[in-house]
Structure formats: C-alpha cells, structure tokens
C-alpha cells in the first residue's frame, strides 16, 4: 500500500472583530442587527450587547451572536462567528492578497488555484520529524559515503543582507 500525502487547500475569508464602535457597521455588512441578551446565559450578561449574525444553518443561537471580541467571518458560502481563540487557532493575515483575489508570494503573483497547487506540492514533502528519523536510519549509510567528504557551510543571512 503506497499513501501520499496532501495539503488542506488554502481558502480566504474577509473577517473583522467586533468592537463597542464597530458593531453598527458590521450588523449593515453581515445582513445583522445590534441586539441587547435578555435571558442572562453562561456566554452572555443580561443587557450586553451584540451583533446577530445570518449564519447559515447554525447549529445553536451562540453561533449566531457575535460579541465584543469575537470576529465575524465572509467565506463565500455565508457569515460565521468565531471566538477570539478559534478564530486564532484557525486563521492568519493574508496581508498579500490584492483586491482581485490574487495573491502576491515574493515577486510572483499567482491566482488562489495556483496557491492551491503550491501549497498542495509543498504538503509532498517530507515534514522535520519524518526528516529526522529519516536521517537517523540513514546516518551510518552517510557516514561511510562521506567520510572522504565535507560539504562546505551556507552563508548566513547575515553575511547575505550586506
């Protein structure tokens, strides 16, 4: 049996979090309205405010009550509220994206499919700790077919930005 390994395809979401100020602007922006709990829970105090977002198919009430700290997420099927620590724990900046959709990696601008397709054959190669036990079973192998040989060091970054 012979598996290959894949790399989850990068998706974007348009996402911004809720604050006292920005609660108005973001209710417009999600189709939402500002509204204030009233039955106290163990998520909300009685009278805090927050934005009730149209998630699609939401599973309970919390996933549509965006509160102060939370972010509200665009990611082409609908809207979705994440907590700080999720939305920490699942996402982070895309600020090379440009306003097409492209993105910019270094002096390349690629479209996200072919983003898709880098990051898919990056996800082929071997990760740090299949490197390492792969060195160690390969290490005695080396050892003899280098003996003879040293390989000279990289430059450094350091010596590189001069």
């Not at 189709?31 to 977002?53: F, M, N, S, W």
């Not at 919390?62 to 609908?78: E, H, I, N, P, S």
Request: with cysteine.
């Amino acid at each position: 049996m012979k598996t290959q390994r894949y790399a989850r395809k990068a998706f974007f979401v348009d996402a911004i979090q809720v604050t006292e100020e920005n609660m108005e602007e973001i209710a417009a922006w999600c189709q939402g309205d500002v509204r204030v709990v009233e039955i106290a829970t163990p998520d909300a105090e009685l009278g805090e405010k927050y934005v009730h977002v149209r998630v699609h198919r939401p599973m309970s009430e919390k996933q549509t009550m965006a509160f102060v700290g939370d972010w509200v997420l665009y990611a082409g099927t609908g809207y979705k509220v994440y907590t700080p620590r999720a939305f920490e724990n699942s996402f982070e900046s895309s600020s090379n994206q440009l306003a097409d959709g492209s993105v910019a990696m270094g002096d390349e601008v690629m479209t996200q499919d072919q983003v898709s397709k880098k990051l898919s054959r990056v996800g082929n190669v071997r990760s740090g700790a299949e490197m390492k036990t792969s060195k160690k079973s390969d290490s005695k192998k080396s050892q003899k077919k280098s003996a003879s040989k040293e390989e000279p060091a990289e430059p450094s970054e350091e010596s590189n930005a001069s």
